[in-house]
């Protein structure tokens, strides 16, 4: 087996087949079902016994984007409301293998000052698009699981709050999400 790191002058082709197989992908998704279960069967593809030898990037690639592009959710789509998940934009497309290509571990201004700083910046402009004081906090998330984990966290430390307390929380959507709450959420 070769190692990925004397691989690295070939990082290139593989993208390319997800380059060439994205935009007739998400050309394609408004005529797509959400779920093609005829589809299913390619699953079986990706099984089998461990092999020997590996097949090599770009066949890889090739064979997941293939299997991918059929068989997956494609929750991308705008006919997919079933769980919020995050959307395939070029932008966010682009932002996401510029994120794997720099690999960075952001947690920390030491190991990243890149993230650091463009985590500051956009916690900046939430506030000032949110019309919320410059001396508010924030941090950025890497799920929704964790930001419930924070949102939990910060709420613990505020016990002094009513039971009965109505609050508002401010929400970012797409324009076709749907209205989850009709009224302020509840802390009982």
Do not use: N
Not at 25 to 31: I, M, N
């Amino acid at each position: 087996m070769s190692d990925p790191l004397d691989e690295r002058d070939k990082a290139g082709e593989p993208l390319a087949v997800v380059a060439r197989e994205a935009g007739p992908y998400l050309d394609g998704l408004r005529e797509r079902l959400v779920h093609d279960g005829a589809k299913d069967a390619l699953l079986d593809e990706l099984d089998g016994p461990l092999p020997a030898a590996g097949e090599g990037a770009v066949a890889a690639v090739e064979r997941l984007v293939r299997i991918g592009t059929a068989a997956a959710t494609h929750s991308s789509g705008p006919q997919f409301f079933h769980f919020v998940v995050g959307g395939s934009t070029p932008a966010a497309m682009a932002g996401d293998w510029t994120a794997s290509l720099l690999d960075q571990a952001a947690g920390l201004w030491l190991t990243s000052p890149l993230a650091a700083r463009a985590e500051t910046v956009v916690l900046r402009w939430l506030k000032e698009l949110f019309g919320l004081p410059a001396s508010f906090g924030g941090v950025l998330t890497p799920s929704a699981t964790l930001a419930h984990v924070a949102g939990l966290a910060c709420a613990r430390r505020r016990r002094t709050w009513s039971c009965s307390h109505r609050f508002s929380c401010a929400s970012c959507a797409s324009g076709t999400a749907r209205r989850a709450y009709p009224r302020g959420g509840s802390t009982s």
